[in-house]
């Protein structure tokens, strides 16, 4: 066997498309190549071009996923975000909003700095042990449910191949150009109009999914899914925008999300057992409702496999998880048990092992970093 390297990320260094476009044009070739990778490598660039025009257009464009470009998004809204993580082919570095300065608008502004002050108060009633920069962390954590997922809020590094990017693109381009009245759409297209505007460099009108009518896999547009637990499952769920963020980032499963037709809200544990501050949380975030606070809820689809499943169970089932995501998962893994005790034993015995609920306690993870919680608390904690 020969191993070769025949491209490699370079930093600071933007490939012209029409590298990327030869590139995958040669790449095309290799599956008939009659020589060597040499010879390809070395074509005549007449036959490259006709090759790579020809795989264009019999919609054969796995290709051109060998070239990919290293983005970096500055001031991104939390909703395109959640666009792109939910396409399967990308790499991505998001700076945590712990580190981040958010630019809000005024009624925003108010509200944040004001939960946060209500939630480091709760916290150092709750769990006076906890230092006071983390007991800052975990107010702000909190309040950032208040921040709208159209608000330029992040920055993100975003890999993706030639192909996705304009598969993407092609997406947002029909986005744009759809007739609609509906509020979240209108709020969303400007975003992606400027997306567009800024890589339009990159733009192949051929490299398209018209054969295959794909679109963005985010938004499930059909009425009802029936849940299923076995090999694969399928389950639906109420959960904010912000532990759907977290959620997603399991790229070996699938999640789609539908927005309610009642607008309801996450309501963090560490006030909900106080009916005031239950009852003034309710009236802030629902007075942001205009614009999406991360704490809105929407009905989540998660599908995957049971292997997989365990996989998210090994990240979110600690007590460094966000706390909403933890909870779910745990409930969703009881659930998946309880459904299978009678009718596939060797799925419910697989996912017995892990009924503790809490991955310090699985036989197959070990755990090196130190945790405030442990297995005794972490599933009791508030926040």
Known sequence: MKVQVIGSTKENYNLPKENAMSFSGKAAGICYMPGTIEELFTEDTSKTEKRTKMTLVSGHHSVFDHPTYNLILTDIPKVLAMILNNEGMYTTSEKSARY???KLDKQEKELYEKWIEIFSKQINKLY???ESKQVIKLAQE???YLISIFTPSTTMEYTVSFRQINYILHWFKDIIETNTEDKFTLLLKPYLK???????????PELNTEIKKRKISLFDDRENRMEEFGENYCVTYLGSFAQFAQAQRHRTLQYKIKLLDNNQYYIPLIIAEDKKLKQE??????????????GMLVNIVER?????????CKERLCGAAQLEIMLQTKEILDKYIEKTKNINPDVHRY?????????????DWKCTQPCRWGSKYALERKI
């Open 128 to 130: 006076p042990e906890i």
């Open 281 to 294: 949380w309710l009236k802030d975030i629902s007075s942001l409702q205009e614009i999406y606070p991360q």
């Open 194 to 204: 400027e997306f567009i505007e800024q890589l339009s460099f990159l733009y192949v």
């Open 142 to 144: 909190n309040a950032r």
């Open 100 to 102: 981040t300065k958010m």
């Open 351 to 363: 996912l017995l092992e892990y009924s503790p609920g809490i991955r310090c306690k699985f036989k």
């Open 304 to 312: 995957g496999t049971v292997e997989n499943f365990i996989l998210k």
